[in-house]
């Protein structure tokens, strides 16, 4: 028979399971169909997963250079099976986690392949849900009063370079290798790209970037991508920029070879194993989309800043509506979403507030507009930049690559952005994004104290050279 709630929610990532959780808050009977496991795509191939085995190579980078902190150690040795456990338990741990929320919010999880089947039969609302379970049992039909489509994405394919899981491979089955290979050819040096660079770098792998751009991550601030290239270079990887790779080259032999156009330049380049990492694509298929009015612009679903569709009692939210492709950026999708339909007039996202981090050896993170994207939207700018090299906290943790850079609007004094590189920067950049919330100028920043030592302290120089007056620089 079929069921009616408030919400229905179709995935049951970052933004459907949180979205879940503000709507039975609120009081909602709320329901999610999820047709592999809660927790999504961020819990169980993305941001948990990768940052354990990336803490995994810390360790074993730290450890292989002991000595220089006075501990000695016998011959250090990587396990790869013993990362992986331990990365499988965090998950699992989590993903218990998760499943414990859903209850305590009372919210029903039909474990099944949702699908938007057209008018309800109750309502003329293009609303009823059927789902296809995965245990085989009949469909269950849910009718509800809102729809929240949270279906995420999956890699994005390369026509000529598909993957077949042994030597041509994605991000998901780079997750599961049991074995590492000797080479590794990574196209695309974006920030997924770049994580499994480093990482693999740090597990002793030789590892070659090829990227389309002329430099890695082309989206962060110029400044910051030159110094991760530079820093990579450093750690031995190879960072091949403006390389157009070339599919139709590709041998699957014993070894990968495929070409790339390099600056008017066709050169060739082989490995053991090739990992494909340019970007994702929406779940959009198949989840009955053609049954509704809703629109689809460039491959992801158009809300407006509500995350309605063009059907305004179905909201999607997340990876699957594009934009800037983070768990906690579909979290707060999902929880506008619920205040949304709760009527409870919530404030639009502003997106120029959204921190974003990449997990690599150095880190990086951001929030707000990049020097380029300032001086194109006409603002006159001041910045202030300062080194972890002058930090005493980075010279005693033993890391002292890096920098912070503050971006002012000259006119007004707003921090219009934050960019750092260095140690725990993914840990320190919340402090930037707490000032941009609260409109702090730099020299509110630099009144606010930052005790010593600690690497806080280069955002605090980094506020004190836009004022000019650094005590450390
Ligand atoms: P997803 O997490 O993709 O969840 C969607 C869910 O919907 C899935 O569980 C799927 O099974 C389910 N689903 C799909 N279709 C249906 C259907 N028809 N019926 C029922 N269920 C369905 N982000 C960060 O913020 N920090 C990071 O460090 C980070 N690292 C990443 C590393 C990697 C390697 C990758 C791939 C991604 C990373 N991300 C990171 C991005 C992050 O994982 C995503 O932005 C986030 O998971 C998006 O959440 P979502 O809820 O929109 O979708």
Same mark, same amino acid.
């Given at each position: 028979?079929? %069921?009616?709630?408030?919400?229905?929610?179709?995935?049951?990532?970052? #933004?459907?399971?949180?979205?879940?959780?503000?709507?039975?808050?609120?009081?909602?009977?709320?329901?999610?169909?999820?047709?592999?496991?809660?927790?999504?795509?961020?819990?169980?191939?993305?941001?948990?997963?990768?940052?354990?085995?990336?803490?995994?190579?810390?360790?074993?980078?730290?450890? !292989?250079?002991?000595?220089?902190?006075?501990?000695?150690?016998?011959?250090?040795?990587?396990?790869?099976?013993?990362?992986?456990?331990?990365?499988?338990?965090?998950?699992?741990?989590?993903?218990?986690?998760?499943?414990?929320?859903?209850?305590?919010?009372?919210?029903?999880?039909?474990?099944?392949?949702?699908?938007?089947?057209?008018?309800?039969?109750?309502? @003329?609302?293009?609303?009823?849900?059927?789902?296809?379970?995965?245990?085989?049992?009949?469909?269950?039909?849910?009718?509800? %009063?809102?729809?929240?489509?949270?279906?995420?994405?999956?890699?994005?394919?390369?026509?000529?370079?598909?993957?077949?899981? &042994?030597?041509?491979?994605?991000?998901?089955?780079?997750?599961?290798?049991?074995?590492?290979? !000797?080479?590794?050819?990574?196209?695309?040096?974006?920030?997924?790209?770049?994580?499994?660079?480093?990482?693999?770098?740090?597990?002793?792998?030789?590892?070659?970037?090829?990227?389309?751009?002329?430099?890695?991550?082309?989206?962060?601030?110029?400044?910051?991508?030159?110094?991760?290239?530079?820093?990579?270079?450093?750690?031995?990887?190879?960072?091949?920029?403006?390389?157009?790779?070339?599919?139709?080259?590709?041998?699957?032999?014993?070894?990968?070879?495929?070409?790339?156009?390099? %600056? #008017?330049?066709?050169?060739?380049?082989?490995?053991?194993?090739?990992?494909?990492?340019?970007?994702? &694509?929406?779940?959009?298929?198949?989840?009955?989309?053609?049954?509704?009015?809703?629109?689809?612009?460039?491959?992801?679903?158009?809300?407006?800043?509500?995350?309605?569709?063009?059907?305004?009692?179905?909201?999607?939210?997340?990876?699957?509506?594009?934009?800037?492709?983070?768990?906690?950026?579909?979290?707060?999708?999902?929880?506008?979403?619920?205040?949304?339909?709760? /009527?409870?007039? @919530?404030?639009?996202? /502003?997106?120029?507030?959204? @921190?974003?981090?990449?997990?690599?050896? @150095?880190?990086?993170?951001?929030?707000?507009?990049?020097?380029?994207?300032?001086?194109?939207?006409?603002?006159?700018?001041?910045?202030?930049?300062?080194?972890?090299?002058?930090?005493? %906290?980075?010279?005693?943790?033993?890391?002292?690559? #890096?920098?912070?850079?503050?971006?002012?609007?000259?006119?007004?004094?707003?921090?219009?952005?934050?960019?750092?590189?260095?140690?725990?920067?993914?840990?320190?950049?919340?402090?930037?994004?707490?000032? !941009?919330?609260?409109?702090?100028?730099?020299?509110?920043?630099? &009144?606010?104290?930052?005790?010593?030592?600690?690497?806080?302290?280069?955002?605090?120089?980094?506020?004190?050279?836009?004022? #000019?007056?650094?005590?450390?620089?």
């Amino acid at each position: 028979m079929a %069921k009616e709630y408030d919400i229905v929610i179709l995935g049951g990532g970052p #933004g459907g399971y949180v979205a879940a959780i503000r709507a039975a808050q609120l009081g909602f009977k709320t329901a999610i169909v999820e047709s592999k496991k809660l927790g999504g795509t961020c819990l169980h191939q993305g941001c948990i997963p990768t940052k354990a085995l990336l803490r995994s190579a810390e360790v074993y980078r730290t450890a !292989k250079r002991s000595e220089e902190f006075g501990v000695m150690t016998n011959e250090v040795t990587l396990n790869l099976a013993k990362a992986q456990e331990r990365k499988e338990r965090i998950v699992s741990q989590l993903y218990n986690g998760v499943q414990h929320l859903m209850k305590k919010g009372k919210i029903d999880v039909f474990e099944g392949k949702g699908r938007i089947l057209g008018p309800s039969i109750f309502s @003329p609302l293009p609303g009823t849900i059927s789902v296809e379970m995965n245990n085989g049992e009949e469909n269950e039909i849910l009718i509800p %009063k809102n729809v929240i489509v949270a279906t995420g994405s999956r890699p994005k394919a390369l026509p000529g370079l598909e993957v077949n899981g &042994q030597n041509v491979i994605a991000s998901d089955e780079a997750l599961k290798m049991e074995t590492l290979p !000797k080479s590794i050819l990574i196209i695309g040096g974006g920030v997924i790209g770049v994580e499994w660079a480093s990482m693999l770098s740090d597990f002793e792998v030789d590892v070659t970037i090829l990227e389309y751009a002329d430099c890695i991550i082309p989206t962060e601030d110029k400044e910051i991508s030159k110094e991760m290239q530079r820093l990579m270079k450093k750690r031995g990887i190879k960072v091949v920029t403006a390389a157009k790779v070339l599919p139709e080259t590709l041998q699957k032999g014993d070894k990968i070879v495929v070409s790339a156009e390099v %600056k #008017g330049e066709i050169k060739e380049f082989s490995a053991d194993k090739l990992l494909i990492s340019v970007g994702r &694509q929406a779940n959009i298929e198949g989840i009955g989309l053609e049954n509704t009015d809703i629109l689809i612009e460039n491959g992801f679903i158009r809300t407006n800043e509500y995350y309605q569709t063009k059907e305004s009692h179905i909201y999607a939210i997340g990876d699957c509506i594009g934009g800037i492709q983070l768990a906690h950026v579909a979290s707060h999708e999902g929880i506008t979403a619920v205040e949304h339909i709760a /009527n409870n007039e @919530p404030q639009p996202l /502003n997106y120029s507030l959204i @921190p974003s981090c990449i997990y690599s050896h @150095p880190e990086a993170a951001k929030v707000g507009l990049t020097e380029e994207e300032a001086r194109n939207k006409g603002y006159q700018i001041k910045t202030g930049k300062f080194a972890f090299r002058a930090i005493g %906290k980075a010279l005693v943790f033993g890391d002292v690559d #890096g920098f912070v850079k503050m971006i002012v609007d000259d006119a007004t004094n707003d921090v219009l952005g934050v960019h750092m590189i260095g140690p725990h920067v993914t840990d320190l950049i919340s402090e930037a994004g707490l000032a !941009k919330v609260l409109d702090a100028t730099p020299w509110e920043i630099a &009144q606010t104290i930052h005790p010593h030592p600690s690497l806080s302290e280069a955002i605090g120089e980094a506020a004190l050279v836009v004022e #000019g007056k650094a005590i450390h620089g």
